[in-house]
Structures are given as structure tokens and as C-alpha cells.
């Protein structure tokens, strides 16, 4: 493969005969992986409560939902960064839409069965696809653009990740929510007739939001099989600003980069953090001492949560033009951090407001640590990005931790598992994120 002779248009690891105007485009395709995928995930929170009520479920058991989804982010990660290496980038896009597709259309016997062990098998292999996409989607637009701003181009992507957060509460609370769920006590008094008419109308509530769903991952499937992306080549980069920390060459594997290693310790409690406070939100405006509002009244009221991520990255995404990524990753989870004790202290519409300002400084964690921890991988990114990806797991154990002490302590006392999590990203936005190889 011959190198680019126009070294200001393209970075290194583009391929011969790519132009600026073509991985530009590229990057606008891939916003649309990212939107997608943000509507998925967020509509966990919906169905959350709505599974919650239609299984009398307590809040352990409804965090396995969380559970299923994000521990494929564990199972699926690193296999899925040895397959990108070999599929190509875009052969790892198609297969997880191909494969999150599938996922979506199981909820269909999930409902109809009126299952909800067939319901958490639906999740794991919706989010087995979603996690194939991510492990190729993240690394790409890091890489394709200039090192020094991979950080700012992710967190743009991103942003259009938390547009699909932002709409999919208000979608999902209209389309699931909207039916109302009858206690065990109102459906002991249903006939045969009653009773299967009830159970319907709860399957339909969930059956057609996913049927259209998976309509949509196939047909973008086929439009990333029609189009051509650049090929990226993998070679071995030199760290931005090498210069400032103990760069002593490459080495054999991705865990040998101390800097990546604490990054997925970052992306777990990051992630496992966003998880617990969203799944718990609509439970949470419930209680009386909050706002007392109804759950599908609640349900609207989780847009401003992850709204306020999509606000904070566009905002981001210019601001780190200019301030260090590790200084703003500190500033964002100290506040956060901060906003979530005032809500755990906190009553009424202080507390309700603390809990969904967190969103606006959730904003640039994601893409900020992912792109530090991957930084100066070269050859080894695609593993790293799927080490990245796994620690995505946090979102299916930190959870199940806050259900166990919301059973114990109540919801609001359990939001503490949050806090811990943000004090250690500033930790790693200060100082941890420094590249240097493991002794």
C-alpha cells in the first residue's frame, strides 16, 4: 500500500487515493451507528420500569435486564477487536447491524411469551451487535482525522449519540409506557378473555418499537454493504505529545500501555455510573419525597438527563479545541460527582434537578477517556478498542450493585455507588491518563 503524497490533507494511516471531502463523509455515515445505537440502549430505561411492573419484579431482579445487556460488552469485546483486525472496520459495522437486528427481533416470542428469561436473552444478543459496532465505530473516528484532535471528533460523534438518548425516552414512553400495567391483585380478578386481551396490549407495546427497530438496523446494514469507506492501515503512531510522559517504544500487547489499562478501569465505573443513575430515574422521580410523579409522567422527564449529554457534547466537542482533554475529564466528574451528593441529600425539585443536570457533565467522559486510553496504541488499537469496550461491563455490574442496596437502604441513599466512580475519572483525567508503558 502506497502513502499519501498530501501528508496536510490526510493523516499517516490513510490509504492512497482517499481525499479530505471522503473521510469527511465517512465520519458524517458514521454518526448515524452512533445515533442509532444511543436510542437502543436508552430505551433499557423504559422497559426497565415497564418489565418491572408487568413481572413484579424487585429492583435486583430488574437490573438483570442491565445485567444481560452490558455483560456482552465482557463476553463480546475482545473477540469482536481480534475480528475487526481481520474483517476490516467495515466488515465489523455490517455484522453488527446484521447481528442487533436479530436481537430486536427476538423481543417479538419475548412478549408473546410473555417471558422474561426470553426477554434478557434478547438484550445480550442485541447488545453482542451493538458492542461488534463499537469496537470498530470508535477506533475508526479516532483515527481518521488528526491525532490531536481525536478526542473533540469523538466526542462529536457522541453527541449524536445522546441526540438518540435524548428522543428515545419521550418515543418509548409513548409507544411502552403508554399502556397501562395492572397489579397481581388486578389481574387475578381478569376471565380467560380479559386477561388475554391484557397480555396483547403489553406484548404489542414492546413487539412493534422492536420490530421497527430491526427494519432499520437491516436497511443500514445494506447501505454500509453498498458504500465504500477509507481504509485505514495499521501502523504504529507516536502518543500526542510524547514528549511529556515515559514513551519507551512498542510493545507486544495493548495491556502493555499502563494508560489504557487504567482507562478501562475509567470506562467501567464511567459507564456502570451512567447506567445506575439512568435505569433508576424513573423510579426515583417516583418517590414521594421527589416529585411523586407517575411513571409515564417520569419517563419525559428522562430526556433532560440524557439531553443534557447530547448539550454538553456539541459544547464539548469545540471547547476541547482548546483545553487539555485531561483537565476538562477532571472539571466534568467532580462536578458530576458533586451534583449527584445534592441529590442523594437532597428532596424535592433540588434533588430531582441535581440527578438530571448529571447528564450535561456525563457529556465528554466517554470519548475522552476512550480516546486517551487508546492513544499511541498504533498496531494494537484494535485490541485496545476492544479491551475499551469491555469494561463497558460496569454498565451491567454497577447497576445490579445499586438495585442490592436500594433493596436494603432505598434508592436515593444507593446513588452513592455513582460518586466513587467520578471521583476515580478525575483521578484518571489528572493524572492517570498520562501515557506510559507497564514495568
Not at 31 to 46: E, K, P, Q, R, V
Not at 200 to 206: H, P
Not at 218 to 224: G, L
Not at 402 to 410: C, H, K, N, P, V
Request: aromatic share 12%.
Amino acid at each position: 500500500m502506497v502513502k499519501t503524497t498530501d501528508a496536510k490533507m490526510l493523516p499517516d494511516n490513510l490509504s492512497d487515493g482517499v481525499d479530505k471531502n471522503s473521510y469527511l463523509g465517512s465520519l458524517t455515515l458514521l454518526t448515524s451507528l452512533f445515533f442509532i445505537w444511543g436510542f437502543i440502549t436508552c430505551l433499557n430505561d423504559i422497559l426497565i420500569p415497564h418489565l418491572k411492573s408487568v413481572f413484579t419484579l424487585s429492583y435486583t431482579q430488574a437490573m438483570l435486564v442491565q445485567f444481560c445487556f452490558f455483560i456482552a460488552y465482557f463476553v463480546v469485546s475482545v473477540p469482536s477487536g481480534y475480528l475487526v483486525e481481520k474483517i476490516n472496520y467495515k466488515g465489523g459495522i455490517i455484522a453488527g447491524l446484521l447481528i442487533a437486528g436479530i436481537g430486536c427481533l427476538l423481543f417479538y416470542p419475548a412478549a408473546s411469551q410473555h417471558s422474561y428469561p426470553l426477554f434478557l436473552g434478547a438484550f445480550f444478543v442485541l447488545a453482542s451487535g451493538i458492542t461488534l459496532l463499537q469496537v470498530a465505530a470508535n477506533p475508526y473516528v479516532t483515527i481518521l482525522g488528526k491525532p490531536e484532535t481525536a478526542s473533540s471528533r469523538l466526542t462529536l460523534t457522541q453527541a449524536f449519540n445522546s441526540l438518540g438518548t435524548t428522543i428515545a425516552p419521550y418515543f418509548g414512553t409513548l409507544l411502552i409506557l403508554s399502556t397501562a400495567v395492572k397489579s397481581a391483585e388486578e389481574i387475578n380478578l381478569l376471565n380467560a378473555e380479559e386477561l388475554s386481551v391484557y397480555q396483547a396490549a403489553q406484548a404489542a407495546a414492546v413487539q412493534n418499537p422492536y420490530l421497527l427497530l430491526a427494519a432499520v438496523l437491516f436497511c443500514v446494514a445494506i447501505i454500509f454493504v453498498m458504500i465504500k469507506l477509507p481504509e485505514i492501515k495499521s501502523t504504529e503512531q507516536t502518543p500526542v505529545n510524547a514528549e511529556e510522559y515515559s514513551f519507551d517504544g512498542g510493545h507486544d500487547s495493548a495491556w502493555g500501555y499502563k494508560h489504557l489499562v487504567l482507562g478501562a478501569i475509567g470506562i467501567f465505573v464511567y459507564v456502570g455510573g451512567e447506567v445506575c443513575i439512568g435505569s433508576f430515574l424513573i423510579n426515583f422521580l417516583g418517590e414521594a419525597s421527589i416529585a411523586g410523579l407517575t411513571e409515564q409522567e417520569a419517563g419525559k422527564y428522562v430526556s433532560f438527563y440524557w439531553g443534557g449529554a447530547m448539550v454538553g457534547r456539541f459544547v464539548g466537542a469545540a471547547v476541547m479545541q482548546k483545553i487539555k482533554p485531561g483537565k476538562a475529564l477532571a472539571f466534568n466528574a467532580l462536578t458530576a460527582a458533586a451534583l449527584v451528593l445534592i441529590a442523594i441529600m437532597g428532596s424535592g425539585s433540588v434533588a430531582m434537578w441535581a440527578i438530571l443536570s448529571v447528564g450535561l457533565f456525563n457529556s465528554i467522559l466517554f470519548p475522552t477517556i476512550f480516546s486517551l486510553a487508546i492513544n499511541g496504541l498504533g498496531k494494537h488499537t484494535g485490541q485496545g478498542s476492544g479491551i475499551l469496550c469491555a469494561a463497558i461491563v460496569g454498565g451491567a455490574i454497577l447497576p445490579v450493585v445499586q438495585g442490592i442496596f436500594a433493596d436494603r437502604i432505598g434508592i436515593q441513599a444507593a446513588f452513592f455507588i455513582p460518586v466513587l466512580g467520578y471521583c476515580y475519572i478525575a483521578f484518571y483525567g489528572l493524572n492517570g491518563h498520562k501515557f506510559s508503558a507497564v514495568k
